[in-house]
């Protein structure tokens, strides 16, 4: 009982209201929408869903070819798209030279820069077609993976790549085991996949998040990194003996030529 007198005050003056005209407009509202000079503000409002990227700047386009100095949120959410579109390809790029640099600095050979980034590249792929199928495209939250995916590659591809080479040029091998079969029965390996395991699980607990965009980095995070180790585990130790098979057989050639 407190309150209804108020609410009843209220209430009788919203009975009271009469048709409004640009001339009883209060002048904080008025402002808003009529300069000093005389322009008017006119909202245009669309008539397709501009949650649609594609949509959006359809819609952005038609404004500017009858405004082009337009405002508003679906220009600032193109806008801003863009913007962290070309980061992401920015911090990308950067991510594979400083890679490439770091393998070059620890491998000392530029054959296995390409070897090192190959299955980097080929889970990158993979993560793109995954997330489209299962309707988790990149997005201005999860395109953060990127430059995530090939750091956490090109880390998990070092060790293993370091680890064959040292054991080639140790001959730690057995006789009677191969190069490859000697490099899975290391602690290498299983390193890798533990390293690779407590990544997912730390990552993997943003999909819980009830942020759609958070979510959706954390689920895209699980999908890369283990598509990452799985690529690493897999493609690079084929391409090592590849690349071994190869330089033997150059050797080879060199040495029956001399």
């Given at each position: 009982?407190?309150?209804?007198?108020?609410?009843?005050?209220?209430?009788?003056?919203?009975?009271?209201?009469?048709?409004?005209?640009?001339?009883?407009?209060?002048?904080?509202?008025?402002r808003r929408f009529i300069s000093p000079d005389g322009l008017v503000r006119v909202e245009v409002l669309p008539a397709h869903d501009v949650r649609d990227q594609e949509a959006r700047r359809v819609f952005v386009d038609e404004v500017a070819e009858i405004s082009?100095?337009?405002?508003?949120?679906?220009?600032?959410?193109?806008?801003?798209?863009?913007?962290?579109?070309?980061?992401?390809?920015?911090?990308?790029?950067?991510?594979?030279?400083?890679?490439?640099?770091?393998?070059?600095?620890?491998?000392?050979?530029?054959?296995?820069?390409?070897?090192?980034m190959a299955p980097i590249l080929l889970a990158g792929v993979l993560t793109a077609a995954i997330g489209i199928l299962i309707g988790l495209p990149f997005n201005f939250a999860n395109v953060i993976v990127l430059p995530l995916l090939i750091g956490l590659g090109?880390?998990?591809?070092?060790?293993?790549?370091?680890?064959?080479?040292?054991?080639?040029?140790?001959?730690?091998?057995?006789?009677?085991?191969?190069?490859?079969?000697?490099?899975?029965?290391?602690?290498?390996?299983?390193?890798?996949?533990?390293?690779?395991?407590?990544?997912?699980?730390?990552?993997?607990?943003?999909?819980?998040?009830?942020?759609?965009?958070?979510?959706?980095?954390?689920?895209?995070?699980?999908?890369?990194?283990?598509?990452?180790?799985?690529?690493?585990?897999?493609?690079?130790?084929?391409?090592?003996?590849?690349?071994?098979?190869?330089?033997?057989?150059?050797?080879?050639?060199?040495?029956?030529?001399?």
């Open positions: 009982m407190r309150y209804f007198p108020m609410q009843m005050a209220r209430l009788r003056l919203q009975l009271t209201a009469r048709p409004v005209e640009m001339e009883s407009l209060p002048p904080a509202i008025s082009p100095d337009l405002s508003g949120g679906a220009i600032s959410v193109l806008r801003a798209g863009d913007v962290v579109g070309q980061a992401m390809v920015q911090a990308s790029l950067l991510a594979l030279a400083l890679g490439s640099i770091l393998i070059f600095v620890l491998i000392r050979r530029i054959g296995f820069i390409f070897i090192v090109v880390d998990s591809a070092i060790h293993l790549a370091m680890r064959a080479r040292h054991m080639a040029l140790e001959k730690q091998a057995d006789p009677g085991q191969s190069g490859m079969a000697a490099l899975f029965s290391s602690s290498t390996p299983r390193a890798v996949v533990l390293s690779a395991l407590t990544t997912i699980g730390s990552f993997g607990s943003l999909a819980l998040s009830q942020h759609r965009g958070t979510a959706s980095m954390g689920m895209l995070l699980m999908i890369a990194i283990s598509i990452t180790v799985l690529t690493t585990l897999v493609v690079l130790p084929f391409l090592l003996r590849f690349a071994d098979g190869l330089s033997k057989r150059l050797k080879n050639k060199k040495a029956r030529k001399e």
